[in-house]
C-alpha cells in the first residue's frame, strides 16, 4: 500500500513540474525592444582624480514589465539597458540632445564600452551592457555593448532614444523609447553611501 502512495505522490509531483515547465516559457530577447520607461543620474566630475574633467552621467532604460518593487528589487521580464559611463562636457548637467558613440576616449557624447570587471574573486558587468530578466532569474543573461550609437532628441516634453548597438557576440541590438525621465543628482552624493546604477525608486513625470 505505501508503494502504491509513493507512486502517486511521485506522478502527482512529476504533472504539477511539468504544469509549471508549461507556464514558465523562456523570454524572448527582443533585438529591438520598446523601452517603456527609465531615469537619468548625474555624478559631475566623478573621474577627476584620474585626470577626466568631463561630467558624467548614467542612463537606464527598462522594457516589458520590469518595475521596481518595494524593497526597490527590479522585478518582472524584460530587457534592463543600463548605460554607466556617459560623458557630457564640464558644464552640462541634464542629458543633451546629441548623438552619443560607444568610445574608450572619455571625451564629450562618448560611453564606455562594457566589459567585465573583477575585484578581488568577484566579477560584475560595468559601463554599457544589457540584462534579459527571465521569470527563472537563475536564466537572466548579461550582454555587452561594444560597439555603437545612441541618439537623444525630443519631441515636445518627451524625450527620444534610439538605439544602434552591437554586443560583443556581434549581434545587433537596437531598441527606441519614447517619453519622460526620472532626474537625480548624485553630485553631492558621498560616492561610498550609493551604488551607481542600482534601480531605485525616483520621482517620474508622468
Known amino acids: 500500500m505505501k508503494k502504491i ?11 504539477v513540474s511539468c504544469t509549471e515547465n508549461q ?3 523562456p523570454y524572448v530577447y527582443n533585438t529591438n525592444p520598446k523601452y517603456t520607461w ?9 573621474y577627476a582624480g584620474y585626470g577626466i574633467k568631463n561630467n558624467l552621467m548614467s ?4 522594457s516589458d514589465s520590469l518595475s521596481i518593487d518595494s524593497t526597490a528589487a527590479l522585478v518582472g521580464t524584460g530587457q534592463f539597458l543600463f548605460l ?15 548623438t552619443y558613440t560607444i568610445s574608450n576616449s572619455h571625451e564629450p557624447y562618448t560611453v564606455s ?9 568577484e566579477v560584475f558587468p560595468i559601463n554599457a551592457y544589457i540584462t534579459y530578466y527571465e521569470e527563472n532569474t537563475a536564466k537572466s543573461v548579461i550582454k555587452y555593448i561594444t560597439e555603437g550609437t545612441f541618439t537623444v532628441s525630443m519631441t515636445g516634453s518627451q524625450y527620444v532614444f534610439s538605439c544602434d548597438f552591437k554586443t560583443d557576440d556581434k549581434k545587433a541590438l537596437k531598441g527606441t523609447f519614447t517619453g519622460k525621465l526620472g532626474y ?12 551607481k546604477g542600482h534601480p531605485h525608486f ?5
Open 5 to 15: 502512495q509513493l507512486l502517486i505522490f511521485f506522478y502527482g509531483c512529476l504533472l
Open 38 to 46: 527609465g531615469y537619468v543620474e548625474y555624478f559631475g566630475q566623478e
Open 184 to 195: 537625480a543628482d548624485e553630485s553631492l552624493t558621498p560616492e561610498i553611501s550609493r551604488v
Open 113 to 121: 564600452p562594457g566589459k567585465r570587471d573583477t575585484v578581488d574573486t
Open 59 to 62: 542612463v537606464s532604460l527598462f
Open 202 to 206: 525616483l520621482y517620474f513625470p508622468r
Open 23 to 25: 507556464l514558465v516559457s
Open 84 to 98: 554607466e559611463d556617459v560623458y557630457v562636457s564640464p558644464t552640462d548637467k541634464i542629458l543633451q540632445l546629441k
